[in-house]
């Protein structure tokens, strides 16, 4: 048993963002050295048809040899052999279709992770592209500006597959954000934290644990600890955590503050200047970054803080190299975007979640259940606002994540509503030992999605969920015109591969 004592102890430590009793950053960064390799920025990826009705894109997973390491390549699983894979822009409303082939000997799932999308196309775990088979997957894009991302979502198999690779971002973007001029092209750069392990041979060294996954080695795009060459002006970065244990605190190793302007479901109501911004497997932070204030030469640190208190001291993430004299003409407006609070008032349903282990089993439960694929969980309504609290009875923070709906943080047991808090979200974190709760309003689609820890240790073994959502109040979402794929005649043709429609 664990004593109140302990929760605290670890929610300092979770608050630190590097898992303690885990020191294994320090031992990575003495084997690679941090600021060796520049930045990697993933391609943007082109759609190979557009029509009346929208966007048709296709990717291959297959296996392939990245640049991780200064030294040999990596062998990885990745959407069109890239690691991180490409990255798509799409236009809010404007519907896309995404044709998956799986070129790898493993079953795969791809989940759009925070994207309103029909139950066909959310990438459950059991619906599975076979080797050798392709689907289409359908993104109608109902929604707001925002910095998605897409992953592989495998029955139990989701960390090792995710480990090898597959993971991109998925922008929405829409003419409200275009309009405030924020930095944007080559001044809007992604930037994905993931951690990893390597063997000798520069091969990735996967272990399928239950409680932690954690890496040596923090890399930012693929590469190791990067430095990037900017000029003296705005950026704007999108900050993903796409590991699967991992939490960070990002901050600037000056002490100077980071502005944030979005978190996971798009940008904030205003730019909100924070020292160390938490960000959680799977969270996104959108920061600002003005490096007009820099002398040319000046190298600017991201690091990992160890806690709010302390940002002075922290493992290295990247440095920002500012080389270059150039005009700014983006701006940073003082007022983002109107966001409308959920009203408690407003919600008919209340949940409760604890999230606890099961020494037993050796598993990761909710209310002392592991995930059954086949048990229906909980079935919220569509256009019910519901509240849900998360109870945490354990020992290490859990990210929980429902797919479909965004909601908003009501309210923290322990500490405040943090920067990472504001805004729309679809990831929480929740601290050992302590409550969280959140509102939201189902909208959409109704059918079978899932909820669970974004820990992808935890996800698998098996700390998840099912939600059928059913008819309520609000009507469905009317389905675009290629709903249920985008077959081309004459790419059946060409027999290279099945089309397995299943919608
Ligand atoms: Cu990124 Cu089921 O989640
Ligand atoms: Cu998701
Ligand atoms: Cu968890």
Known sequence: MHSRRDFLKWGAAAGGGLLLPFDKLAAGAARVRPFQVPLAIPPVIKPVRKTKDGDFYVQTIREARAQVLPGPKTP?????????????????????????????????????????????????????????????????NPQDASTLWYHDHAH????????????????????????????????DVPLVLLDRDFNKDGSLRFRDKVDQVLGDVLLVNGRPMPYFKVANRKYRFRVLNGSHTRGYRIALASG?????????????????????????????????????????????????????????????????????????????????????????????????????????RNLWVINGKAFDIDRIDIKPRLGDTEIWTFINASDLPHPMHPHLVRFQVLERSAGQIGPGDVGWKDSVRVDPGARVRIIMKFEGFTGRYVFHCHNLAHEDHSMMGNMKVVRGDQPEQRRAAFEGGYVDPADRATGTFRCDIRT
């Open 76 to 140: 990885i699983w990745g959407y069109n052999g890239m690691f991180p894979g490409p990255t798509f822009k799409v236009r809010a409303g404007r519907p896309v279709v995404v044709r998956r082939i799986n070129k790898l000997k493993v079953p795969v799932s791809i989940h759009l992770h925070g994207a309103e999308v029909p139950a066909a196309s959310d990438g459950q775990p059991d619906r599975l592209i076979e080797p050798g088979e392709a689907y289409d997957y359908y993104y109608p």
């Open 156 to 187: 139990h198999k989701t960390s090792r597959n995710v480990y090898m690779g597959m993971a991109g971002f998925y922008y929405i973007e829409d003419d409200e954000q275009d309009e405030l001029n924020l930095p944007r092209g080559k001044y």
């Open 256 to 360: 100077e503050p980071l502005i944030q302007i979005g978190s996971d479901q798009g940008l904030l109501n205003a730019p909100l200047p924070a020292t160390s911004i938490p960000i959680w497997p799977s969270e996104r932070a959108e920061i600002v970054i003005d490096f007009s204030k820099y002398q040319l030469g000046t190298e600017v640190v991201l690091h990992d803080a160890p806690n709010p208190n302390n940002p002075l001291e922290g493992e290295p993430i990247m440095r920002f190299d500012v080389v270059r004299d150039e005009p700014d003409t983006s701006s940073l407006p003082p007022v983002l975007r109107e966001i409308e609070r959920l009203v408690p008032d407003a919600a008919t349903v209340r949940r409760d979640f604890t999230l606890s282990k099961d020494f037993d």
